[in-house]
């Protein structure tokens, strides 16, 4: 079994992680992969033993009392067969006669992934090898190391801030922020039903809008909410799942103490109420004036919601009911980023086709599908998914 797993490390907290520390702190999270890696160097063990090897207090190999050592012994042919594979796939064929200082600082991160490759190892820790590259290259050397992930069957762990990397590589993501797990899942997962409130902010380009909502009648015989948004205007969130109250309720209390349960384990001696504060992810909301988000915002109630809202959900139609404006508008060929102004408020939407907008015109906005995203505003916590659906006449 194997498998490629995308450590995705919060940019802003990446240099204190990064190395040996991550290493340890990213092995010791996925209980999972280095449950493959053990069971696997135990048989290995198991089959040295019986061919009468052992390992000294160096992890040397020892055989009849002696260290064992071997030469792989490999031609030249063999040698050069595989120098050439590795610098076909990192695409530096044309460069084997330069020295390492004629090299541009590209070329040289391709000869140490080449060199990384060269072995045929059966795990690979990669710290972001493309960092250096041209996003063409970039682009050509993902496809590439997928291929070659699938082709040697070896376990990728893959370290990199670059959430693109992680969710076009990878088979599972470990989303990490102040070394903290926040998620261990699969790309879609990840960023179709994050946990949190980070996790959703983090993974989406261009990014997710976040939308603050008051529960007017929470929780209807139906399982909908009847929410209060935009300053007023009225909605009704349904789940496409049956949510029970009461267990949300009890999640809400559960994890209103978990941050003050894992400080006690530390050795802490911080308050619940600090503890939250400090762990608390402060998302934003996109306005035409922006305020400063980094100012404490009062305690949310027990009826505060957030909506997240991926762009792809917002459709502009003339049919729709709520009434916006284009604030700016950025084709890029086969679709077109606008920001839609609600007011006060901006909205981030993504259009395919050729169609054009012009800054200031009026359009007529609505939610479509059911991917839109439930929070707790006092948890930050994922509630459910559902549709959104507004409640204009």
């Known amino acids: 079994m194997y498998g490629q797993m995308g450590?995705?490390?919060?940019?802003?907290?990446?240099?204190?992680?990064?190395?040996?520390?991550?290493?340890?702190?990213?092995?010791?999270?996925?209980?999972?992969?280095?449950?493959?890696?053990?069971?696997?160097?135990?048989?290995?063990?198991?089959?040295?033993?019986?061919?009468?090897?052992?390992?000294?207090?160096?992890?040397?190999?020892?055989?009849?009392?002696?260290?064992?050592?071997?030469?792989?012994?490999?031609?030249?042919?063999?040698?050069?067969?595989?120098?050439?594979?590795?610098?076909?796939?990192?695409?530096?064929?044309?460069?084997?006669?330069?020295?390492?200082?004629?090299?541009?600082?590209?070329?040289?991160?391709?000869?140490?992934?080449?060199?990384?490759?060269?072995?045929?190892?059966?795990?690979?820790?990669?710290?972001?090898?493309?960092?250096?590259?041209?996003?063409?290259?970039?682009?050509?050397?993902?496809?590439?190391?997928?291929?070659?992930?699938?082709?040697?069957?070896?376990?990728?762990?893959?370290?990199?801030?670059?959430?693109?990397?992680?969710?076009?590589?990878?088979s599972k993501i470990c989303l990490i922020d102040n070394g903290v797990l926040q998620q261990y899942d699969k790309p879609m997962d990840v960023y179709n039903k994050p946990n949190n409130l980070f996790t959703a902010d983090f993974v989406g380009n261009p990014a997710i809008n976040f939308v603050e909502a008051n529960g007017v009648q929470p929780f209807a015989s139906d399982g909908s909410i009847s929410l209060s948004i935009f300053d007023g205007v009225r909605a009704r969130f349904t789940p496409h799942e049956q949510l029970d109250p009461a267990f949300w309720e009890r999640q809400q209390q559960g994890a209103a103490g978990d941050g003050s349960n894992a400080e006690a384990a530390r050795g802490g001696t911080k308050s619940e109420a600090e503890v939250q504060k400090d762990n608390e992810f402060k998302y934003h909301i996109a306005r035409v004036d922006e305020i400063d988000d980094t100012q404490d915002a009062p305690?949310?109630?027990?009826?505060?919601?957030?909506?997240?809202?991926?762009?792809?959900?917002?459709?502009?139609?003339?049919?729709?009911?709520?009434?916006?404006?284009?604030?700016?508008?950025?084709?890029?060929?086969?679709?077109?980023?606008?920001?839609?102004?609600?007011?006060q408020f901006l909205l981030t939407a993504v259009v395919f086709g050729g169609v054009l907008y012009k800054i200031g015109q009026k359009v007529h906005i609505g939610f479509e599908g059911e991917g839109i995203i439930l929070f707790s505003r006092k948890t930050g916590k994922m509630i459910t998914q559902g549709s959104l659906e507004l409640l204009l006449s």
């Open 7 to 170: 450590i995705l490390f919060n940019s802003t907290i990446w240099n204190a992680y990064k190395g040996t520390l991550a290493v340890a702190v990213c092995c010791s999270l996925i209980a999972g992969t280095i449950g493959l890696l053990v069971g696997y160097s135990v048989s290995k063990h198991r089959r040295s033993r019986a061919a009468g090897c052992e390992l000294n207090d160096r992890f040397e190999v020892v055989k009849q009392g002696q260290v064992v050592r071997t030469v792989r012994k490999f031609t030249t042919e063999e040698i050069d067969l595989a120098v050439r594979r590795v610098s076909r796939i990192v695409k530096i064929s044309m460069f084997m006669d330069r020295y390492p200082s004629e090299l541009s600082g590209g070329q040289q991160q391709r000869v140490a992934i080449a060199r990384t490759l060269a072995p045929e190892p059966t795990v690979l820790f990669m710290d972001e090898p493309l960092s250096n590259l041209d996003a063409k290259l970039r682009l050509e050397m993902r496809s590439e190391l997928q291929r070659l992930h699938i082709d040697t069957g070896s376990t990728f762990i893959y370290v990199t801030h670059d959430q693109m990397e992680a969710m076009t590589l990878a």
């Open 299 to 343: 305690a949310a109630s027990g009826d505060g919601f957030v909506l997240g809202i991926r762009p792809e959900f917002i459709k502009i139609n003339n049919q729709c009911k709520l009434e916006g404006e284009i604030y700016s508008s950025m084709p890029t060929g086969m679709e077109i980023t606008v920001k839609i102004r609600i007011g």
